[in-house]
């Protein structure tokens, strides 16, 4: 059994699995109701949570995948995603008291920027924020959508 066996073979400690169990489900942002879905389920072993979302804008259909892992040598949550536009992003992140928050590096209009994410789960939704900073001082928001809970999940 190599090493990445064995660390797979053991169950996650209970927070690890609370956390990403407060995202799993089926989900929409409120206002995009018709043309955005996402869902996010829990791997079997409860180590992964795996979100997959669409969305279409006309004929246009994007797709994004993202995967929250705990890392148990790097002390820290671990958000990776893709998206079908290109995009690829690695954030290190933390669950607590009931609030994700995440961090990160992306390039924006050609420079450097830092990413910050936040949010906290409630039972049928939750507000989503993704900010990011040129530098480290003034934060300028990318996103703000409040996601809701698909009826048939309620």
């Not at 407060?22 to 996402?38: A, C, L, Q, V, Y």
């Not at 789960?121 to 996103?143: I, K, M, N």
Request: glycine content about 10%; some cysteine.
């Amino acid at each position: 059994m190599t090493t990445d066996e064995a660390v797979e073979a053991e169950t996650p400690p209970p927070a690890v699995r609370e956390a990403l169990a407060s995202i799993e489900g089926r989900w929409t942002i409120r206002g995009m109701e018709t043309s955005f879905t996402e869902v996010c389920e829990l791997f079997p072993g409860g180590h992964h949570l795996v979100c997959y979302a669409n969305s279409q804008s006309g004929e246009r259909v994007s797709r994004h995948m993202s995967i929250i892992t705990w890392s148990a040598s790097e002390g820290c949550f671990l958000y990776f995603g893709v998206g079908s536009s290109g995009s690829v992003k690695r954030y290190r992140g933390a669950f607590d008291g009931g609030l994700w928050s995440f961090t990160g590096s992306a390039t924006i209009e050609g420079k450097a920027a830092s990413v910050r994410i936040s949010t906290k789960p409630e039972r049928d939704g939750f507000r989503f924020l993704e900010e990011y900073s040129f530098d480290g001082v003034a934060w300028l928001t990318e996103a703000e959508v409040e996601y809701v809970r698909l009826a048939d999940e309620a």
